[in-house]
């Protein structure tokens, strides 16, 4: 039996009612201490659904339905966000920049899920306007980047002379499927921006760009998962490379799948199946990534797959001692949740609490830089995350 929400007096509006954006609003209705959450998308037949679940999960909640797309110009979007204590995005990581401003002109704090490192500079430049319209922007607050990074700034607080820092994050089905050993658990197109690009990494203390798909190396996981293997991707470590230059020798991210997975998808990038640049097909201009979007979507969605995700956050000094914080999540069978909307969506809820409650200094600021330590864990393990943490 879900226990009833803690009913308080912030008003939310989350934009999105798709997967993430389900499970962010199911975890502020019943740990946000919400008097409202507002859910806006522009398929209204998802956003019925998506209502219809919510009020079933949460009886009682009182839920507002807004069917609404998000246009180009700041100053409706603004108006749409105008009175709410704060705004959480759960929508194309490209829209955020526009969210972003829009928030600070309605004086509503704001936080994403972010995954593109260019967008998220964007956001985190309207620091000395978000100051001085009193509210905090927080981008990046899913599962990678977000939770890793925040795992990160923690451990490294609490190991004297920390110098280096692995991250191995991935989300899989419990069970290899298809072609490529894979399911997706999130958007196609924010799998593909993951896959393609470069990942920024402190190697001797100083930044460095790798080719996003290199680097391959054997992983060993806990229990149930066993062989793994783990390389580069873009975005998942966003802006700590930068935040802990001067402090750290090594942080590197990198993504976890099944053995296999790795080359098979190499050889799909390599053949040009993920470039951007369009290729003329009979006549026309065709987008490679567009047409792999197409095809392999579909193709690679399971309805109700159980998945299992696996974030590890090492943190050492020179002599190898430090912490391993880690957290294996599974399918939430109460809920319908798989882990994949259980790990992004509530560290995202979580930090939109933080910001009601006034917990985030006003400003931009990246997760690792929000002094989410302690308590963050406690309100993390609090919603159900099975996050552990041992010396090493």
């Known amino acids: 039996m879900i226990n009833p929400p803690e009913v308080g007096s912030y008003r939310y509006i989350v934009l999105g009612a798709g997967r993430q954006g389900l499970a962010i609003a199911y975890d502020l209705a019943r740990f946000g201490e919400a008097a409202e959450v507002a859910l806006v998308e522009a398929d209204a037949g998802a956003l019925r659904r998506a209502a219809a679940r919510l009020r079933k999960l949460v009886p009682g909640l009182r839920l507002r339905t807004i069917v609404r797309g998000i246009g180009a110009s700041v100053k409706p979007v603004a108006a749409l966000l105008r009175g709410y204590d704060v705004a959480v995005s759960a929508l194309p990581y490209r829209l955020n920049p526009l969210l972003a401003r829009a928030a600070v002109q309605a004086r509503t704090s704001f936080c994403d899920l972010g995954g593109n490192t260019d967008h998220v500079r964007e956001e985190l430049k309207l620091d000395r306007r978000a100051r001085a319209a009193g509210v905090t922007l927080v981008p990046d607050c899913g599962l990678a980047p977000g939770l890793g990074n925040v795992l990160a700034a923690h451990a490294v607080s609490e190991v004297p002379g920390a110098r280096d820092v692995h991250i191995r994050c991935g989300g899989l ?82 993504t976890l799948r099944y053995p296999g997975h790795f080359d098979k998808m190499r050889a799909v990038i390599e053949l040009g199946l993920l470039d951007l640049e369009p290729v003329d097909v009979r006549g026309r201009p065709v987008v490679p990534r567009d047409v792999f979007h197409a095809v392999a979507g579909p193709r690679l969605s399971e309805p109700g797959v159980r998945d299992v995700v696996l974030l590890r956050v090492d943190c050492t000094t020179t002599r190898g001692r430090g912490v391993r914080y880690q957290l294996v999540q599974r399918f939430d069978a109460r809920t319908g949740f798989t882990a994949m909307e259980q790990t992004t969506g509530y560290p995202t809820a979580a930090v939109a609490h933080a910001l009601a409650l006034g917990q985030i200094r006003p400003g931009a600021v990246p997760p690792e830089r929000a002094g989410l330590g302690a308590d963050h864990v406690r309100e993390l393990r609090r919603r159900g995350l099975k996050l552990t943490r041992r010396r090493i």
Request: no cysteine; glycine share 14%; hydrophobic share 30%.
């Open 173 to 254: 089905p419990l069970q290899p499927k298809g072609p490529l050993g894979y399911s997706l658990l999130f958007s196609i197109a924010g799998l593909t921006n993951e896959y393609t690009g470069q990942s920024v990494v402190l190697e001797k203390g100083k930044l460095k760009r790798v080719e996003a798909f290199t680097e391959v190396e054997p992983f060993r996981g806990p229990p149930g998962l066993g062989k793994l293997e783990a390389f580069h991707t873009s975005g998942g470590s966003s802006t700590a490379p930068w935040t802990f230059r001067g402090k750290l020798r090594t942080y590197v991210y990198k």
